[in-house]
């Protein structure tokens, strides 16, 4: 009995341990494919990002159409530089006003404003130490850009070239909530800047200057919807950073704003209809709530 019953033991141990191993087994074999799986998935959102991130206009451009709609300047509309020191101490916020500043010094070159642009540029490169890319604005993107004050196309070109090139590292180390809070910054700037350059403009302009000033103002801020798109789909793939879920639903508001409100507007624009566009206080709305995310941003 007692052979058989050592026997019995031997055979029971040698089943368990069987079913076990083939339980392990299985388990290793799930646990690798749903790696595989989790790896193609972000590789797939990674490639979707990055070809988002490269449809986006320079930063220039919109600073650019401003100055060419015949607007004056308003300095009231960039952000202060004296608070670089404040976004240093967080990464989100210094993300998000590099950003801010870009497209404020894109403002600033476009209106010879070149002497203050340069201030900007010096605060870009503290934030930039901030989050990572200060390789990219170093001390020679700052030599090359002073050496190039009296050219402001080269200003530009220099501008978009080193915003390209964060993105491009920012992507190769795999930071790319990082890229799209600075484009978030970018981007709500651009919309600041339009829509307070039209709330700003003088009531007592005739008539005839007024509109022949604030129906291409308003076309800018119009076209700047695609850019807002283009941002939600971005942003909406790190719904598991708070900040950018956070943003995703300001953005929401802007984009139902203009899908509803700004329909009419659109219209009028593309049949040439300025008269009453103009008359209308439709871009109130839009104006209020881009100050309200833009506060956010800079306080």
Do not use: W
Request: proline share 2%; aromatic share 6%.
């Amino acid at each position: 009995m007692n052979i058989h019953s050592s026997k019995f033991k031997s055979l029971l141990f040698i089943l368990v341990f069987a079913i076990n191993s083939c339980g392990d087994d299985a388990k290793s074999k799930s646990s690798t494919s749903e790696s595989a799986e989790f790896e193609t998935a972000k590789n797939q959102m990674n490639a979707d990002v990055n070809a988002l991130l490269s449809s986006f206009p320079p930063p220039s451009e919109i600073p650019y159409l401003l100055m060419a709609t015949g607007s004056d300047f308003d300095g009231t509309a960039v952000n202060e530089v004296s608070k670089v020191d404040d976004y240093t101490r967080e990464i989100t916020k210094s993300a998000i006003n590099i950003g801010i500043y870009t497209t404020d010094i894109g403002y600033l070159i476009s209106y010879d404003k070149t002497q203050l642009a340069l201030e900007y540029i010096g605060a870009c490169q503290k934030l930039s130490e901030a989050v990572g890319v200060n390789s990219v604005v170093n001390l020679e993107f700052m030599l090359r850009f002073e050496q190039n004050l009296l050219n402001k196309d080269s200003l530009k070109t220099l501008v978009d070239e080193v915003s390209n090139q964060s993105n491009k590292l920012l992507e190769s180390t795999g930071r790319l909530d990082i890229a799209s809070l600075i484009l978030s910054g970018s981007v709500v700037e651009g919309l600041y800047i339009s829509t307070q350059l039209i709330k700003n403009y003088p009531e007592d302009t005739p008539s005839e200057i007024r509109d022949l000033i604030l129906e291409p103002l308003i076309k800018v801020v119009i076209d700047q919807k695609e850019g807002l798109d283009n941002l939600i789909q971005i942003v909406k793939k790190f719904d598991d950073n708070q900040t950018l879920s956070s943003l995703l639903m300001d953005l929401n508001k802007i984009k139902t704003i203009y899908d509803n409100e700004l329909v009419e507007i659109s219209a009028q624009i593309a049949s040439n209809k300025g008269d009453m566009m103009l008359q209308s206080k439709v871009l109130d709305h839009l104006t209020v709530e881009i100050s309200r995310i833009r506060n956010s941003f800079v306080q």
